[in-house]
């Protein structure tokens, strides 16, 4: 009875509700006050449209071929007569509502191989798109075509693709690239079809060395899963691309690999000169949006047991076993970038790049590399195998953090932004040595020397050669300038100068080719005593991180390596460490070369196999080394390394030693300078190496200038640039010092104390004060 009473009275509060609802509506109408006439024509307009559109549909429907025959035949007028495409199809009619079945279609350009011929291609158009303007595939069967692209002796069937279009349109005007990726983005996407079912598709490319066929024998996407089967070269390798394929959520996951084996790229090492293979490579497009003129493209890419090799890259195979980005590409209306939430993932470690590149009104280069503190042991596991030999199977224990920043404006490249940092925990330190031995350097050792890839008879470097030569057995001349001409922060830098390396940017972009080098004494000393004269761009990273270790781990000390630097380099053909180059050139010691010996042999450090095409054949100076002495020989004179000098410090005196004169074959001066720049390429040349200077011979004073004291122009402009460089160094680094002064201040003042003892609270303000110092003792060291 209970459970009947409660039942009766929800159907009397369910009435209730209801009829206050009416009497609600009624009001509401009467309130409105909605006149009935207006509801008839309302009504009749309604009827009209919809008998409108079923006319128009019925129409259409009846008239559908005729539409589809001038579709097809504006189509094809249009290839002929914009692209040169003869395009013929056998039969093109509709199956259903919606589904248009083509037959023997061929597109052939004018004079030029067939490019591409299907037997079957029917194909549906979903229609709620379409009543928005959208062409979205809905079903594809596709069986028995054939894409073929050649390159024969110049002459492409595709280049119809890079014919511009003529346009009458204002060509001043600015496209909006946030809308054309975007619009880009879902054409592509639209033009994937929701069910896909194809059979043997082929595709080929040709050219005059190379031929490379790829058989689709199937491909399906069903239930938005795509499967497919690919035969490579006729049975060389089986690929598959499965995965996640649903385009209409823009949702897309999709993965490569080969059944058994890598899948192996021969098209790109024939043509390339790179080898390139991999396990699988994974592509996923999460979502695509587009707003307040921005378009957004988010993704990732992964890869698994990637190698490469390539003699720009390494001597040996570069083996990558995991790696992957997780990409979020913003695509604005004059730029696109890579965003800094992005983020690389190489094996243990994760790093967050930043790349932007802004087309106008000026083009920009942007670039930045942010790490965070992380192990320094598994930064050093993830280095690619093969890659940096000398430190496989190093130990190492604390943390690294490493920060790059790179800003070129193309229209002021002189105020260029770049900064490279590795920094240290304060408890970073080696426990073991990787294949090279680091420390060799302090002890005796065997150098061995290359040239063209072949050793040369070793050298003991050590008390135990008679040719060796310690520190303060070498003129202080020779070391002032080679010091000035190659590294005169030799002594306060930690192996780095960025501001050198920033410089040798811009002169490089400048002149479009590689002419300054930005190596320090350290790097050049570890270049030789380390790593092989390859030039590769792993040798080259693998020679900074060599620097760095030993240079912030204070392995060996700075006169240690001069030492060791004045005593295997070249300075001539054959001729290594300054014993063997003093007595070769002048017949003397180190010990006793003079102030022009001296910045002759420095002038050469840069291009040793040229240093006899310095002289003339009476064993004078060539004029073209004037202006060297005086630039050298005032820059060491402002730095009180010597006397101030009117007579071009010691260039008139300096003479090749006798018994060497024979070997110079009297040539003119524009043969001598030909001959030094085409030593300067040299195989053999160090990697860094630039041709020998050659300055114009200044033009003489006038006499106001020799009653004055006027400098030579070009000298002056040198000298001065020089200074303004030290100076530019010292204002960034101080104010670098000040941010970091401030920064740690401000982590002190505000530490976390929150269930943390004044004992605990106490220690963890030193351990800030100390790293704070560190740091700041890092950056004075780096003061020219």
Known sequence: MRLLRKQIARHIRLQHIIFSLVLMQKSSMRRININPKYLRIALIAIAALVVIVLIGGYVAYTKREVLLQKAISKATAKAKRDYNLDVKIGSAKFIGMATVAFSDISVVPEQRDSLFSVKRFDVSVKVMPLLFGNIKLGDVVLQNAHLNLTNVKGVKNFDFLFKKKKDTTDTKS??????????????VLYKIPDNLSLQNFLMSFKDDSTTVTLLTSTATIKDGKLKSTINVNNGESTWHIDGKMVPSDKNIDVHLYADGKKVELPLIEKKFKLKLNFDTISTKLSDVSHSSGETKINGSWSIRNLLLNHKGLSTQDIIVPSGSIDANVVVGSNFISLDSSSVIHLKKLTANPYIKYTLNPVKIYEAKIKTSWQNAQDVFDSFPTGMFESLEGIQVTGKLNYNFNLYLDNSHLDDMVFNSGLQKSNDFRIVKYGKA???????????VPYEQGKPMPPHTIGP???EFTPLNQISPNLRNAVMTAEDPSFYTNRGFVDESIRKSFITNIKEKKFKRGGSTISMQLIKNAFLTRNKTLSRKIEEILIVWLIENNRIMSKNRMLEVYFNIIEWGRGIYGISEASHYYFGKAPSDLTLGESI?????????KAGLYAFEADGTLRQRLHGY?????RLMAKRGLTEPDSNAYGFYTVRLREGLRRQIAPIDTATADSLTRQTANDDDAPNDAAAAPVYEEPKKPSFFQRLFGKKDTAQANAEKKIEETN??????LKAEIERVKADYKNRIDNIDTAGKTKKEIKAEKNRLKDEGKEKVRELKDRMP
Do not use: C, H, M, Q
């Open 629 to 633: 002495f005086n630039l050298i020989g």
């Open 727 to 732: 100076d530019a160094i010292k204002a960034r």
């Open 174 to 187: 600015k496209v909006d690239l946030s809308d054309v990726s975007n619009r880009l983005v879902n054409e």
């Open 437 to 447: 031995d680091l420390g060799k350097l302090n002890n005796t050792f065997v150098y």
């Open 600 to 608: 002759f042999l420095a002038s050469i450090v840069p291009n040793p």
């Open 464 to 466: 135990s050669n008679p």
